[in-house]
T-cell receptor, first 115, second 114 residues
Framework: AQKITQTQPGMFVQEKEAVTLDCTYDTSDPSYGLFWYKQPSSGEMIFLIYQGSYDQQNATEGRYSLNFQKARKSANLVISASQLGDSAMYFCAMRESYNDYKLSFGAGTTVTVRA | SQTIHQWPATLVQPVGSPLSLECTVEGTSNPNLYWYRQAAGRGLQLLFYSVGIGQISSEVPQNLSASRPQDRQFILSSKKLLLSDSGFYLC?????????????FGPGTRLTVT
């Protein structure tokens, strides 16, 4: 079964607007971590934000925030004030304590920011 | 600070030829090391991971193998490449042991098997 599901293969967003990227996950491990990575066309994977399963508050890092809804097993990424440089592929990933802390990745969402 | 290197950056190899991709990490000791493959426009597939020298776990049965001859060196190999081995190969490292330890990725190797 898929551990991470990203249902949006591609999205367009206008510059300076916000965009929400969906991510749902499946685990029975009480201790897990959720990550978002950005992959520009160069191929490098850039860590954006982390949310722990026991964290009470939603994680924020600059223009990135994670909308964590634990009961719904949802960890959506919100990018505020989109910039042209935000155009990239975005991956949601999960790390489970009983899975040797390996990362399971979703299929990714391609974001294109329009001027 | 820690850095991770991969080489070569790009590689074009004929079917049936051998493969050796190298990954080294600097600035840390005893990291967990990972090899991923990414097909064009797709997500990352974990191929191998290692928690120590000589300790390799394989996630997907295939014609690839991995070795960790030194603490901070991780090598991905094949004796005979297949067309389906084409893809973007990423090496990553993380600290040991807790869910919040992020993985840090190398620049990747783009492999084309012809």
């Amino acid at each position: 079964a898929q551990k991470i599901t990203q249902t949006q293969p591609g999205m367009f967003v206008q510059e300076k607007e916000a965009v929400t990227l969906d991510c749902t996950y499946d685990t029975s491990d009480p201790s897990y971590g959720l990550f978002w990575y950005k992959q520009p066309s160069s191929g490098e994977m850039i860590f954006l934000i982390y949310q722990g399963s026991y964290d009470q508050q939603n994680a924020t890092e600059g223009r990135y925030s994670l909308n964590f809804q634990k009961a719904r097993k949802s960890a959506n990424l919100v990018i505020s004030a989109s910039q042209l440089g935000d155009s990239a592929m975005y991956f949601c990933a999960m790390r489970e304590s009983y899975n040797d802390y390996k990362l399971s990745f979703g299929a990714g969402t391609t974001v294109t920011v329009r001027a | 600070s820690q850095t991770i290197h991969q080489w070569p950056a790009t590689l074009v190899q004929p079917v049936g030829s051998p493969l050796s991709l190298e990954c080294t990490v600097e600035g840390t000791s005893n990291p967990n090391l990972y090899w991923y493959r990414q097909a064009a426009g797709r997500g990352l597939q974990l191929l191998f991971y290692s928690v120590g020298i000589g300790q390799i776990s394989s996630e997907v049965p295939q014609n690839l193998s991995a070795s960790r001859p030194q603490d901070r060196q991780f090598i991905l190999s094949s004796k005979k490449l297949l067309l389906s081995d084409s893809g973007f190969y990423l090496c990553a490292w993380s600290m040991v042991g807790t869910p919040e330890d992020e993985q840090y990725f190398g620049p990747g190797t783009r492999l084309t098997v012809t």
